[in-house]
């Protein structure tokens, strides 16, 4: 259901979403929903907002392993990109709908939010450290690439191409290599673009 839920807000949003589609979707029986979220739509989401938080802390891990910062940031976008023009552009982050929704009525919503954005930071500032950026430095340009990517998302959607999410890509890879003093594109990057995403 949780799989379902996700699939469906980013395509639909959290008010767009009804119980009865997340069912649907997910082949499960009706009062299911009330079963293992018994408070509803609020717990519902919560549950979206942190499964899409374990997937991208898990490619950022995966990428971030693998290559420096720039490309990894490449590569996270080019992936993004793919994703949006395989599914003809209505692929967006599940997230983002869901604090525009509830984000001011309810707490636990907007905590969940907050919680996830701030652990891709996290994630994104040790790398920067690790490449030997000041941490100050380090957490305010990984503040600067979630803000861009998930603006770039909207952006893309709002255009119905996903040319400006290459865009922000290759400016944020650029700036990063840049800055860590890192060489470029490495030569398999395109390898981890294929890495499933739900």
């Known amino acids: ?3 379902a839920a996700v699939d469906l807000y980013r395509r639909r949003g959290m008010t767009g979403t009804g119980f009865s589609e997340v069912l649907d979707q997910a082949g499960a ?7 293992h979220f018994p408070g509803g739509k609020e717990e519902l989401t919560v549950a979206v907002i942190e499964s899409h938080n374990r997937e991208v802390l898990g490619f950022l891990r995966f990428v971030l392993e693998k290559h420096p910062p720039g490309e990894a940031i490449r590569t996270l976008c080019a992936r993004y990109a793919d994703s949006l023009e395989r599914s003809q552009m209505t692929f967006g982050c599940p997230i983002a709908p869901a604090v525009i929704e509830a984000g001011l009525t309810s707490d636990v919503v907007s905590g969940a ?3 996830a954005f701030d652990s891709w930071r996290v994630v994104l500032s ?3 450290t690790r490449a030997q ?10 503040e600067t690439i979630v803000a861009a990517i998930e603006g770039a998302l909207i952006l893309c959607r ?6 400006t999410l290459r865009d922000v890509g290759a400016e944020l890879g650029r700036l990063l290599d840049d800055v860590t003093g890192s060489s470029g594109a490495a030569p398999h990057a395109r390898d981890e673009r294929q890495r499933p995403i739900r």
């Open 1 to 3: 259901m949780v799989r």
């Open 29 to 35: 029986k009706r009062g299911a929903i009330y079963h």
């Open 113 to 115: 939010a907050v919680a």
């Open 126 to 128: 040790q790398a920067l």
């Open 133 to 142: 950026l000041p941490a100050e430095r380090a957490l305010s340009l990984a």
């Open 158 to 163: 709002a255009r119905r191409s996903a040319a």
